[in-house]
C-alpha cells in the first residue's frame, strides 16, 4: 500500500510547479521527523477539492514563513537600529518563531544551508555560511552539547563585555542531529591578515586583544558552582591544549594546571616517538 509520503511525492512531481517549487516540497517531505504526518498535513491543508493539493499556495507560504524567519534574525545580526522599539519587534519575532515546531524550524534551517552552499559554497565540515548575515554549525547528535555550550557562551559574552562576537540565534537540538544558527561578523582572520597589517595596526591588534582578555577575566563566576573551571552552563569545557573532547569540570586551578601539564607531557612523548 502506498505510504502519504509517497503518494504526496507523486502528486508534487506530476504537478509541473516553477522552480524553485519542486526541491522546496521535496524538502519539506523527505526533511521531515514524520513524513506520513508532513504529508498528511500537505494534502489537508492545502486540498484543491480534487486528488491533489495546491502546491503553489504552499510554497507561497513556505516563502512567507522563511522570509519572516530570515528578516528576523537579519536585524538581529546587523543590529543597525538600536532603538527600543525595532528591538522590542525583533525579539518578539525570535520568540514567535521560536513556538513552530522544531520539524518546520529544522527544515528551514535546512533549506537555508543548501541556498548557502550554491552561494557561498562550503570549505569546513559542519560549518556553512547562509544568506542573510548567518551562519549554521551542523552535526549529529554528538555535537549537541558542544553547541549548546557556544550558544550559551556567546550569549554570556554578548551580554557581560564589549567584545565584538556572533549573535547566538538558534540552537536546535533533536535525537539525531544539532543546529546552531549565529550573526555573521565582517572582517578577516586576524592570523591571516596579520602579516599585511602595519605596525600600528599590529599594536592595535594587541591592544584590543588585551582589552578583551580583560573583560573576560571580570566575568563573574557563579557562586553556587562547587567547580573552579566549567562551560558556561557548568559542565565539561572544551580546551585543545588538553584535549579535542570535552574535558573536566576541574574543582580547582590546580586539577586544571595539572592537566594541562599531562597533556604536554604526553605531546612532548609522542613527538619524541615520532622523530625517533
Not at 540565534?169 to 561578523?185: D, G, H, K, P
Not at 559542565?235 to 588538553?242: A, K, S, T, V
Request: proline share 4%; glycine share 6%.
Amino acid at each position: 500500500m502506498e505510504s502519504d509520503k509517497t503518494r504526496a511525492l507523486r502528486i508534487v512531481r506530476n504537478a509541473e510547479l516553477v522552480h524553485p517549487g519542486l526541491p522546496l516540497v521535496e524538502a519539506f517531505l523527505n526533511d521531515a521527523v514524520d513524513g506520513d504526518q508532513a504529508a498528511r498535513y500537505l494534502l489537508q491543508t492545502y486540498a484543491d477539492g480534487s486528488s491533489g493539493a495546491n502546491f503553489t499556495r504552499f510554497v507561497k507560504d513556505w516563502k512567507d514563513l522563511v522570509g519572516f524567519y530570515s528578516r528576523s534574525c537579519l536585524r538581529r545580526s546587523q543590529n543597525t537600529d538600536s532603538s527600543p522599539f525595532t528591538q522590542t519587534i525583533t525579539t518578539a519575532s525570535l520568540a514567535l518563531w521560536s513556538k513552530f515546531p522544531d520539524c518546520i524550524r529544522f527544515t528551514t534551517c535546512k533549506i537555508l544551508r543548501t541556498a548557502g552552499f550554491y552561494l557561498y559554497g562550503s570549505t569546513t565540515r559542519g560549518i556553512q555560511r547562509l544568506p542573510f548575515g548567518m551562519y549554521l554549525k551542523h552535526g549529529p547528535e554528538i555535537h549537541a552539547e558542544r553547541h549548546a555550550g557556544e550558544f550559551h557562551a556567546l550569549k554570556l559574552v554578548r551580554s557581560q563585555t564589549c567584545i565584538p562576537v556572533p549573535h547566538p540565534i538558534e540552537l536546535l537540538l533533536s535525537s539525531t542531529e544539532s543546529f546552531l544558527v549565529t550573526s555573521r561578523i565582517e572582517g578577516e582572520p586576524a592570523g591571516l591578515a596579520v602579516d599585511e597589517c602595519s605596525d600600528v595596526e599590529v599594536h592595535q591588534i594587541a591592544r584590543d586583544l588585551r582589552s578583551w582578555i580583560a573583560e573576560l577575566h571580570a566575568i563573574k563566576r557563579d557562586r553556587d558552582s562547587k567547580d573552579a573551571i566549567t562551560n558556561v552552563t557548568g559542565g565539561p569545557c572544551l580546551d585543545y591544549r588538553i584535549s579535542g573532547e570535552r574535558v573536566g569540570p576541574f574543582h580547582s586551578e590546580k586539577e586544571f594546571s595539572e592537566s594541562l601539564r599531562r597533556s604536554r607531557r604526553s605531546s612532548l612523548r609522542d613527538d619524541q616517538m615520532a622523530s625517533g
